[in-house]
């Protein structure tokens, strides 16, 4: 099988910053130009010294393919040796040759998942799940439908059971759940907060999916559990999700459907924020995703499966938003076409293009309404890790800190208005008192517009 080598990702960076300006290039800049066929033969030598060239050339060829063979720990069956995808170039696979080859890449993938050591960490398989729901929804609404009045959605997220190697982050962690606090109270939404060390196996990124399906057994009457992590926050108080949009699929996450399908991105969606139905279908889907969790040997070799098959994705252990693509790309008719990818508003958007912005919003737009980069739903901090204290080299601590205080402030003015208080500036938890009868200026600019329009 010959050898693919893709570029190396940046570990511990979930960001889709840079998908538009370095995944999205044309095929053409990595085209490789192949050698004739006869250049290795040297000029002017006589036939002898040709036959020892052509041993000498045998030799290498069968010691590399020995090599690559024993370095391998996958084994994805093909058909022969040119059937391994060149993802760039001339020679790029028709779809159907790559969905052949997402086919035996999955193949290999479950074989190694169940030749490992069983994951049980759910327990058994859950079944008729959707009865248990309508049955548990009549018994506590004395609904004979088995179905909620409203829509019931549960925000669920988790923070580090310790106190954070970096001295600010445990106050940014109380300011982001304040946030999320503050936001639940104004839309009747449950919250659950978690703080314990829940599993050996299950940490870093993987804790959301044994948070998610724990819950999820444990409260059948719930609609909608809504993950975000901790480094995510509501910017928009006022914005609420638009659910019947989602009435035909079982989950949502901000993303592309053109980078997840047809460039197979990991970067194609982001698992930092989703929002999961309650559901048959998004339980079996957590006992596909989780299996890659235990760290060790599992989460290292499914590493090795999602780098097959995602062409951007760096040699690293197997992380939860690649695994998402991973089943969405493999498996597109059972997991892919129940997943809405929403990119129409910021369910999650990136820090680095929204936070030096707040006041240019504040003065020209109203919450509510848009959700987009004119008044961002949610703002990810994604890459600063406040607590343990590990930044990505793109940017300082101190930059994270300084963006993610404005940030809690820019939300937190649409909470303290009502009272009639307001941060003096967006970097400053310190509040002046404003007059609850005039009006924001954020209102007075609508009137005006709305006005002169009449007028």
């Known amino acids: 099988?010959?050898?693919?080598?893709?570029?190396?990702?940046?570990?511990?960076?979930?960001?889709?910053?840079?998908?538009?300006?370095?995944?999205m290039k044309d095929d053409d800049d990595k085209k490789i130009q192949a050698p004739a066929d006869d250049v290795w033969l040297p000029k002017g030598r006589g036939s002898q010294t040709k036959v020892v060239y052509c041993l000498c050339f045998i030799a290498a060829a069968c010691t590399i393919a020995l090599w690559g063979l024993n370095s391998s720990k996958l084994i994805v069956s093909r058909s022969s040796a040119s059937?391994?995808?060149?993802?760039?170039?001339?020679?790029?696979?028709?779809?159907?040759?790559?969905?052949?080859?997402?086919?035996?890449?999955?193949?290999?993938m479950k074989a190694f998942l169940n030749s490992s050591t069983p994951f049980t960490k759910f327990g058994p398989p859950v079944v008729d799940w959707d009865k248990t729901r309508r049955d548990a929804i009549?018994?506590?609404?004395?609904?004979?439908?088995?179905?909620?009045?409203?829509?019931r959605i549960m925000i669920i997220t988790s923070s580090h059971p310790k106190k954070c190697e970096n001295k600010q982050g445990d106050l940014m962690l109380l300011k982001s759940i304040k946030n999320k606090m503050d936001y639940c109270r104004l839309h009747g939404i449950e919250l659950y907060y978690n703080m314990d060390h829940v599993d050996t196996e299950m940490t870093s990124w993987w804790v959301k999916t044994f948070l998610t399906h724990m819950l999820m057994k444990e409260h059948p009457e719930i609609d909608w559990f809504w993950w975000m992590d901790s480094d995510a926050i509501f910017t928009d108080m006022t914005f609420e999700l638009p659910l019947h949009k989602y009435e035909k699929y079982n989950m949502v996450m901000h993303g592309w459907e053109d980078a997840v399908y047809d460039k197979r991105s990991w970067l194609g969606l982001n698992a930092g924020v989703y929002l999961i139905r309650n559901c048959q279908w998004s339980m079996d889907f957590l006992h596909a995703w989780a299996p890659m969790s235990p760290k060790g040997k599992i989460r290292d070799g499914a590493g090795e499966f999602l780098t097959l098959a995602l062409p951007d994705r760096g040699k690293s252990e197997a992380d939860d938003q690649s695994a998402i693509v991973y089943l969405m790309v493999t498996d597109r008719k059972r997991w892919g076409s129940k997943i809405f990818l929403e990119s129409s508003f910021y369910f999650q958007g990136y820090w680095r293009h929204l936070s030096g912005r707040f006041e240019e919003m504040m003065a020209k737009y109203k919450p509510g309404l848009y959700g987009d980069d004119r008044w961002p739903f949610v703002t990810h901090y994604c890459g600063c890790e406040f607590c343990s204290g590990s930044i990505n080299p793109e940017y300082t601590r101190d930059q994270c800190l300084m963006h993610m205080e404005r940030g809690i402030n820019f939300a937190d003015n649409q909470i303290i208005e009502r009272y009639g208080l307001r941060h003096k500036s967006l970097k400053t938890p310190e509040v002046e008192l404003t007059s609850k009868d005039q009006p924001h200026k954020n209102e007075t600019s609508t009137a005006k517009a709305a006005h002169s329009k009449r007028t």
Request: hydrophobic content about 25%; aromatic content about 6%; charged content about 30%.
């Open 1 to 23: 099988m010959r050898r693919i080598k893709f570029p190396r990702q940046k570990a511990g960076v979930r960001s889709n910053s840079i998908f538009l300006s370095e995944m």
């Open 138 to 151: 009549r018994r506590s609404t004395n609904s004979s439908s088995g179905v909620n009045p409203k829509p």
């Open 83 to 108: 059937n391994s995808p060149p993802i760039y170039g001339p020679n790029k696979l028709t779809p159907e040759e790559v969905r052949e080859y997402l086919a035996d890449v999955d193949k290999g």
